[in-house]
């Protein structure tokens, strides 16, 4: 399942009256092969282009991330592992293993793991800009706060699942598989979503898939005029590793 979020009324009128300021620092930062650690657990940079910044997110049980958002940039939230409840001011989604819900710019979410061993996240941001970032509410004193500083980075990977995507490499994380595509993607019964990274791609009824939004399978895309060079997409696949 794949939910699709436009910002209402009240995420405008609680965007306008909170201090918004972009963190040039965050921004230019190369987060690679580093840890971001949280009050909530942890995040990595996955992979970067000029297009896409993707995370992996570690959500400890009952942790949840701030109420905030993104004022300048469209997110994607892939649940990889666990359940997880997505809140905006307005609604509530209870997201399992490759749900997904795309959030287009000044949509106030928070994230929060309620599975028992905790979830991990991928967080798929167009454009890469860290330093966007508006808190509204966070349980750990954070709000109107920026993006965490240098103490808060740690590259002693021990301590962490720390599994960053090489292009060349398929990736597997539990009961998912994700891989690259640099041409028309190839989906069988195990790919449940599709991800743009590079170029856009239009829908049957015109509409265009944006770059970074995820898509379930069953969306009918148009695929037909797909080269490997002007595209490139990941595919999610669901796997059973007791087989």
């Known amino acids: 399942m794949v939910y699709k979020i436009f910002p209402t009324l009240n ?9 918004v300021k972009l963190s040039d620092f965050a921004n230019n930062f190369d987060y690679s092969n580093i840890i971001v650690k949280k009050p909530w657990g942890y995040e990595y940079l996955w992979y970067q282009n000029e297009t896409v910044a993707i995370w992996v997110l570690y959500i400890k049980k009952d942790h949840a991330t ?19 409840k997505c809140t905006t001011i307005d609604d509530k989604y209870n997201l ?5 819900i795309v959030l287009e710019p000044c949509v106030f979410h928070s994230s929060k793991a309620i ?16 330093g966007d970032l508006v808190r509204m ?24 699942n720390f599994l960053p995507f090489k292009e060349d490499e398929i990736w597997i994380f539990k009961n998912v598989q994700v891989k690259l595509s640099k041409s028309k993607p ?16 239009k829908k049957e009824n015109n509409h265009l898939i944006d770059c970074g939004e995820a898509i379930c399978k069953s ?3 148009l ?19 007791n087989k």
Not at 153 to 159: E, K, P, R
Not at 186 to 201: E, F, K, M, R, T
């Open 11 to 19: 995420d405008f009128e609680n965007l306008t009256r909170l201090k």
């Open 66 to 84: 701030s109420l905030h958002c993104h004022a300048r940039k469209r997110t994607s939230l892939i649940v990889l592992e666990g359940e997880v």
């Open 96 to 100: 399992n293993t490759l749900d997904a």
């Open 115 to 130: 599975s028992d061993e905790g979830a991990f996240i991928m967080e798929i941001e167009t454009p890469p800009m860290k």
């Open 137 to 160: 509410n966070d349980a750990y004193g954070r709000q109107n706060s920026g993006y965490e500083k240098a103490s808060e980075y740690s590259n002693d990977f021990s301590l962490y």
């Open 186 to 201: 190839q989906l069988d019964s195990n790919s449940l979503l599709l991800v743009p990274i590079s170029g856009n791609i």
């Open 219 to 221: 969306s009918k895309i």
């Open 223 to 241: 695929l037909d005029n797909i080269s490997n060079k002007k595209y490139k997409f990941l595919i999610f696949n669901k796997i059973n590793l």
